[in-house]
C-alpha cells in the first residue's frame, strides 16, 4: 500500500475510515462531509474489518480513525480536521457555559403553544397560547430533569433551599413541575395544578435568588438537566416566575 501523503496534493484529501457491516464510523462520515464543504476531492478508503483497522494505526502509529492527509501532511482526526479548517470542535467548548438548551427548549415550546393554539381556534392570537407555551414548556423542562434524576439531584442540591433540608423534595420537583404542566394543558384539576405551580416556582426563585444574588455564587442551572453547562441566574429564575405567574393566573 502506498503512503497515503504521497496521493495527497492541493485540492486532494486522502481518508481512511471505518466502513464495516455493523459499524460506520460517525466522525469519518463527518470529516468526508466537512472535506466536500471545503471543496477538497477525496480519495475515501474504507477499513472494513477490525483487523484492517488495527493494521493501518500499527502502520501509521495512530491511536483513532479517521484520518485524513492533505498536501501531503497528515492532519488527524475529525477535531483535528475542524481544528486545520479553524472551526472549533465539542472539546474545545467542554466545560464553557451555554444557552442554547434553553433556547430550544423555549423556541421549540412557544412554536408548539401557537401550533395548539391554531388548531384549537384557528388564530395564535389567544390568551390560551400564552397559557399553553408556559405549560408546554414546564412538562419539556421537566423531561430534561427525569432523563437523569441523579444528575439533575446533584446539582439541584447546590442550590434549592427546601432540597438541601429534605434531600427527597430534590426527587419529587420535576414529577411536580409535569403534573402541573400537564394538567394546566389539559385545563383540568385547576385548583390543584395552580398550588402546586405556585409552590414549587416560589421555592425555587427565592433559592435561585439568595445563590446568585444574595451570595454571588457561580453555579450550574438543573432547570434543563444536571448534565447542562447552563449558568444559574436569570434563566432558572425566569422558569420559577413564569411558574408563579401561571399559577396565580389559572387559579384567579
Not at 463527518?30 to 471545503?38: A, G, Q
Not at 441523579?150 to 434531600?167: C, E, H, K
Not at 457561580?218 to 447552563?230: P, T
Request: with cysteine.
Amino acid at each position: 500500500m502506498h503512503d497515503p501523503a504521497e496521493r495527497s496534493g492541493p485540492n486532494k484529501a486522502v481518508l481512511y475510515r471505518m466502513v464495516m457491516d455493523k459499524h460506520i464510523c460517525p466522525f469519518g462520515l463527518k470529516s468526508r462531509d466537512l472535506l466536500k464543504r471545503e471543496g477538497f476531492e477525496i480519495e475515501d478508503n474504507h477499513l472494513t474489518t477490525r483487523e484492517e483497522t488495527d493494521a493501518f494505526k500499527q502502520r501509521h502509529d495512530v491511536k483513532t480513525t479517521p484520518q485524513t492527509w492533505i498536501n501531503g501532511v497528515r492532519i488527524g482526526g475529525h477535531d483535528d480536521l475542524r481544528r486545520y479548517f479553524g472551526k472549533s470542535t465539542a472539546a474545545d467548548k467542554e466545560g464553557e457555559t451555554s444557552y442554547t438548551p434553553v433556547i430550544a427548549i423555549f423556541a421549540t415550546s412557544f412554536l408548539m403553544a401557537l401550533a395548539v393554539s391554531y388548531f384549537a381556534s384557528g388564530t395564535i392570537f389567544t390568551f390560551r397560547a400564552i397559557e399553553l407555551f408556559i405549560a408546554i414548556a414546564m412538562c419539556v423542562l421537566a423531561i430534561q430533569k427525569l432523563q437523569d434524576l441523579t444528575a439533575f439531584q446533584n446539582q439541584f442540591l447546590g442550590y434549592d433551599l427546601l432540597a438541601q433540608r429534605d434531600v427527597r423534595y430534590a426527587f419529587v420537583y420535576p414529577f411536580a413541575e409535569a403534573f402541573a404542566g400537564i394538567l394546566m394543558i389539559a385545563g383540568a384539576l385547576i385548583w390543584l395544578a395552580a398550588p402546586v405551580a405556585i409552590l414549587i416556582g416560589s421555592i425555587g426563585a427565592v433559592s435561585v435568588f439568595k445563590a446568585v444574588y444574595i451570595d454571588k455564587r457561580e453555579l450550574k442551572c438543573a432547570c434543563v438537566g444536571g448534565n447542562s453547562n447552563v449558568p444559574l441566574g436569570f434563566v432558572s429564575l425566569t422558569e420559577n416566575l413564569m411558574m408563579i405567574a401561571m399559577g396565580l393566573w389559572m387559579l384567579f
